[in-house]
């Protein structure tokens, strides 16, 4: 791809200049001019040969040879325009601010001091380590997942900044101590308001050896070599003692919360298993939702082996590996036309999604529900992603047709009649109403979306009710044969697990 160009480029630079070196070492220097001359002939005339090959390349794209993912970066509202399949992960979404305290804690706040630190002693490394703390604080900003990029910046220019505090705190402290005495220094110049041999100057406090390769500052008359550093000249007048403690104090306890904080975030966040969830009960045990084990158990032990599995792209690497069955569309499908037509199929009435189902040769539908027990991450909140997708490679489907009349998702009384005649909404609210009275009290009130359901006599005609998960988090569904004649709720012999609550 042509993102790909520029490392390619950086690496062929790189072995000229270390064989030019080489060859200079190897040869005289008449015959290395000659060389030189041949050798920028033959490159200028590849190097035309090679740019009218790349642009050839580039062009034949629409997109001139640029992913998605790359032109989203450089556009944030490109995909959401274009390119919907990578819009709707979740991963690619722009982060908020909870995010960036949560992944970085104190260290967001020490990154723009760690910048000025590296501007006071400008170097290679220096700046090289700015570059990439800015542009990696653009790309996060564009690209929640990009926050892995953005770690390491934020933690060495973190560094850096504690590094300078307290280089000045501990240069304090030292400052009210004893007399310092420091290499190349006579104990006289070392002493506080003592002067420099030959220069007259005023030496107010000690300075430690010199920081991140600077160079000494020779004082006039003697030759003894003192860093100025970031924060300590000669010129420089330590802080009040009472202060340099407090502060350093200050900052092993920030170090330590921010230990804590990482173990914490480590441990609860980024270690969690996302197949098996949990919340905290009030006593600070953990009510544990095994619904996705559960339902991938139910299909491998009560489904043939060549079963094709239908659901949203999300669960497919989840089925194939914990359920053992074919799953029409994975996290791996290529082929955006393939999950459009999933999108289709959810999003459109029953008896065409049958039809596009039976084409297929699915046999079980699943979707993840969590109007029940409060789950967010269903597949209603992520329904209009399934529209976007599918109206991308099938027209007829318009995200328009299932917002109500002021433009607004919803699955109420005011939904659109589309959305809540679709696939989709059907199947995730099937015997819905019932389930919600016994469990709360209240008939059809959706826990995530906060409002009473807008269809309450919802039935099926071409798909069966087979399983519903303890929590009704997961509802597997059998596609029918042949449609039902009698268009009214079957009693049909689905599996269903008690609904428990958490606590």
Not at 363 to 378: N, P, R
Request: with cysteine; aromatic share 12%; net charge positive.
């Amino acid at each position: 791809m042509s993102e790909h160009f520029g490392a390619f480029l950086t690496v062929i630079v790189l072995h000229a200049a270390l064989l030019i070196g080489y060859v200079r070492r190897m040869l005289p220097a008449k015959q290395f001019e000659a060389a030189v001359k041949l050798a920028v002939t033959a490159a200028a005339a590849g190097a035309a040969l090679l740019v009218t090959a790349v642009v050839g390349y580039v062009v034949q794209s629409p997109t001139f040879g640029w992913t998605g993912r790359s032109l989203t970066l450089l556009d944030p509202t490109y995909a959401s325009r274009f390119v919907p399949i990578i819009a709707s992960v979740s991963e690619h979404q722009p982060p908020s601010w909870p995010s960036y305290i949560t992944d970085l804690h104190v260290a967001a706040l020490l990154a723009p001091a760690g910048i000025i630190g590296c501007f006071k002693n400008l170097t290679n490394g220096a700046l090289f380590l700015v570059l990439y703390g800015v542009t990696a604080v653009y790309f996060s900003g564009v690209m929640v997942r990009l926050m892995l990029v953005l770690a390491p910046a934020t933690c060495c220019l973190a560094g850096v900044a504690v590094s300078d505090i307290l280089n000045t705190l501990c240069c304090s402290l030292k400052a009210h101590g004893p007399t310092l005495t420091l290499p190349g220094v006579p104990a006289a110049a070392a002493e506080p308001g003592a002067s420099d041999a030959g220069a007259g100057t005023p030496y107010k406090g000690g300075k430690p050896a010199a920081r991140r390769g600077g160079k000494g500052v020779s004082d006039a008359g003697d030759g003894a070599g003192l860093s100025k550093g970031p924060f300590v000249s000669k010129e420089w007048n330590p802080l009040p003692k009472a202060v340099a403690f407090g502060g350093f104090a200050g900052i092993v306890v920030l170090l330590v919360m921010y230990t804590i904080h990482c173990i914490g975030v480590s441990a609860d966040m980024y270690s969690a298993p996302s197949i098996v969830l949990q919340s905290h009960n009030r006593d600070g045990s953990f009510y544990v939702f095994d619904d996705f084990r559960e339902v991938y158990a139910w299909l491998r032990h009560n489904t043939h082996e060549d079963a094709k599995i239908a659901s949203w792209w999300d669960y497919g690497y989840q089925t194939t590996a914990m359920a053992n069955r074919t799953i029409i569309v994975d996290n791996n499908t290529w082929n955006t036309s393939h999950i459009a037509t999933v999108g289709r199929a959810m999003a459109s009435p029953e008896a065409k999604a049958w039809r596009i189902y039976r084409s297929l040769d699915v046999e079980y539908v699943f979707v993840v529900f969590g109007g029940l027990i409060g789950y967010s991450s269903d597949d209603i909140n992520k329904f209009l992603w399934m529209v976007r997708i599918g109206g991308g490679v099938y027209p007829e489907i318009k995200e328009k047709d299932y917002l109500s009349a002021n433009g607004e998702y919803r699955i109420d009384a005011e939904g659109n009649p589309i959305m809540l005649k679709s696939l989709m909404y059907k199947l995730s609210y099937y015997d819905f109403p019932e389930a919600s009275e016994r469990q709360f009290g209240q008939r059809g009130m959706d826990r995530v979306r906060g409002t009473l359901i807008g269809n309450f006599d919802v039935s099926l005609k071409y798909f069966e009710e087979v399983f519903s998960s303890q929590h009704w988090m997961m509802r597997i569904y059998r596609v029918r044969d042949k449609p039902l004649r009698d268009v009214a709720k079957p009693k049909s012999g689905r599996t269903r697990a008690p609904v428990a609550a958490a606590a």
